[in-house]
């Protein structure tokens, strides 16, 4: 069974330290895409790649963000320094292009203090 | 631009009851519409989708009708669970313009047994 997985889990970390969240897309998937999630905003799309190439950051806070893909089975999420305000749990998401249904990871739950 | 409009939750029901989440949707052209559900703890997963008008979509007693004279797609079960406790998305993609899916804000179903 297949499945989208995310490490670490959970992550607790003091405000300016630098945080990296690591997401294995389903082999073969050519498209991933990272997610924020918190109470206020609900579900923020941050970025996505297809075969590996960054399509869209928009949503992602330049200054401090960065998304990439070192390897069709690798996306990474980094934040440095990183803020309370970026406490949240981050999904990550893979599939085929053009396609229609995105298989979600776990989550990583990030709180910054 | 494309948009999702579901209603707002808590949703608390009591376990048999007929549950409907109403969802409708602003979007260039026919998109496909889907319904996501995140339990505790989880990411999200696909619970059903509709392609073109008048498509019902169905998956573990949910169902869900893509109207296009109403651009509606209201998620119904006739009689709940409380396992059924989540929340759930409603959701449409962008038509083949790109691989984005838009989710709007979900919607959170307690039942109660």
């Known amino acids: 069974d297949a499945r989208v997985t995310q490490t670490p889990r959970d992550k607790v970390t003091e405000m300016g330290q630098e945080v990296t969240m690591r997401c294995q897309p389903i082999?073969?998937?050519?498209?991933v895409f990272w997610y924020r999630q918190t109470m206020k905003q609900g579900l923020e799309l941050l970025a996505y790649?297809?075969?590996?190439?960054?399509?869209?950051d928009s949503g992602m806070p330049k200054d401090r963000f960065s998304a990439e893909m070192p390897d069709a089975t690798l996306a990474t999420l980094k934040i440095q320094p990183s803020e309370p305000r970026d406490s949240a749990v981050y999904f990550c998401?893979?599939?085929?292009?053009?396609?229609?249904?995105?298989?979600f990871g776990p989550g990583t739950r990030l709180l910054v203090l | 631009g494309d948009s999702v409009t579901q209603m707002e939750g808590p949703v608390t029901l009591s376990e048999e009851a007929f549950l409907t989440i109403n969802c409708t949707y602003t979007?260039?052209?026919?998109?496909?519409l889907f319904w996501y559900v995140q339990y505790p703890g989880e990411g999200l997963q696909l619970l059903l989708k509709?392609?073109?008008?008048?498509d019902k979509g169905s998956n573990k007693g949910f169902e869900a009708t893509y109207r296009k004279e109403t651009t509606s797609f209201h998620l119904e079960k006739g009689s709940v669970q409380v396992s059924d406790s989540a929340v759930y998305f409603c959701?449409?993609?962008?038509?083949?313009?790109?691989?984005?899916?838009?989710f709007g804000k979900g919607t959170r179903l307690h039942i109660l047994p």
């Open positions: 998401a893979s599939g085929f292009a053009l396609q229609e249904t995105q298989y």
């Open positions: 509709a392609t073109k008008a008048d």
């Open positions: 979007a260039t052209g026919y998109p496909s």
């Open positions: 082999l073969g998937h050519n498209t």
């Open positions: 790649f297809r075969n590996r190439a960054p399509l869209d």
């Open positions: 959701a449409l993609n962008r038509m083949n313009r790109d691989d984005k899916i838009i």
